[in-house]
């Protein structure tokens, strides 16, 4: 079984080259995002829960996270490996992913982080945002406290899975197909 974590920064390209990958290797892909949408569309407790911190452009608490991402995996017990798109966004939930996936005889196999420029970034979400609906794809400012927000949280998993052995930085900066090549490098060694 064959389980990536793909990370980046909001708007660095994970949903697009995950849809591609999922394909490619068969995996089962789970978006964070996607399924946060899912439990806020549905108004379930926990979708609930995670609009506070979403609204204010905050990282959703872990323990919300880690709910949502435990049901998803339990829905494909047959999969041939997932692409955690999104998530783990802490060292905190990287132990819980840890953890769960060794109480099924799993582990993460790779994590490849996608990686550009914060100003290119923050000028693709807001022209995402003009058709997104998402209103903190709209704001300059909750971008930019996204991303500091990953800088303090999120950018802490390159040391926790170098120490593993399972970290892989790409450039995210290029036509759609450069970049999946760059990916597709790294996975076809695992």
């Known amino acids: 079984m064959v389980n990536i974590v793909l990370f980046g920064k909001p ?11 999922k394909e490619k290797y068969n995996l089962t892909h789970i978006s964070t995002g996607d399924v946060f949408r899912y439990n806020l569309k549905n108004g379930t407790e926990l979708g609930k829960q995670a609009q506070v911190f979403i609204d204010k452009g905050e990282l959703v608490p872990d323990a919300l996270t880690i709910k949502m991402l435990q049901d998803e995996v339990e829905k ?7 692409l955690f798109d999104g998530f783990p966004r802490t060292v905190a939930q990287a132990d819980a992913l840890d953890e769960f996936l ?35 794809d709209r704001d300059e400012n909750l971008i930019r406290n996204r991303y500091q927000e990953y800088n303090e ?24 197909s450069e970049v999946t090549q760059r990916l597709s490098l790294i996975i076809d060694k695992l």
């Open 11 to 21: 708007g660095a390209g994970k949903g697009t080259q995950a849809e591609f990958l």
């Open 76 to 82: 494909n017990p047959d999969t041939k490996g997932f």
């Open 102 to 136: 060794k109480t099924k005889g799993w582990e993460v196999t790779a994590t490849v982080a996608l990686e550009a420029d914060d100003e290119v970034l923050v000028q693709r979400l807001l022209e995402r945002g003009k058709t997104s609906g998402r209103a903190d």
């Open 153 to 176: 949280k999120t950018a802490p998993l390159i040391e926790y899975y170098k120490g593993q052995g399972k970290f892989f930085a790409v450039n995210g900066i290029g036509e759609i």
